[in-house]
């Protein structure tokens, strides 16, 4: 999965497509999970057509599994070197009365990891601990992320409180600021 990664983050690269790993390859880099499922990236909405071009060039696309719990604007399924990633464009999840929407852009991007000099652009924990509230049966990785905050500390606090600015169901903002105080 890391040489597809690398495969993945040159052609990208090449192409200056704004772009960050999320999920649960996310969660590997910072040894919160054993092994990632596949590769969650996101991207800006005006790289769509750019980004499908560039990855059929390495892969092909599937036909995605429809679920209504995600509102997202555009989300394709590639297998490349046998390995599944998802690209999301306009990633929004619905959870109630609630639609949460994910503003991906330049300033998501919050660290970098660099596999054989090129980087791959990380989107934040902080972010992920969000996202995975609204998604069903996620409370596990949730707990990871929270546990994960109150060894290590927060390092990217302004993403949680941007959040706090959204529509949330008034349970995921209550464990947000509770992390908060519990992690100073």
Known sequence: MIHTLKKIAMILNAECV???????????????????????????????????????????????????????????????????????????????????????????????MVIENEDVPLTSLEDWYILYQMMPDRSDKVQLIEKYFLENGIEHLHYLYEALLKPLPMEIKESVLQLIKKAK
């Open 18 to 112: 704004t772009w960050g790993l999320g999920g649960s390859t996310l969660l590997y880099h910072y040894g919160l999970v054993e092994k990632p499922r596949d590769l969650d990236i996101i991207i800006e909405t005006k790289s769509v057509k750019q980004v499908e071009r560039l990855l059929l060039l390495i892969g092909y696309k599937m036909t995605p599994l429809r679920n209504d719990v995600y509102s997202t604007e555009v989300f394709m399924e590639f297998v490349v070197d046998d390995v599944d990633v998802d690209i999301m464009a306009g990633f929004s999840i619905s959870k109630g009365a609630f639609t949460y929407v994910y503003d991906f852009n330049a300033s998501s991007v919050s660290n970098y």
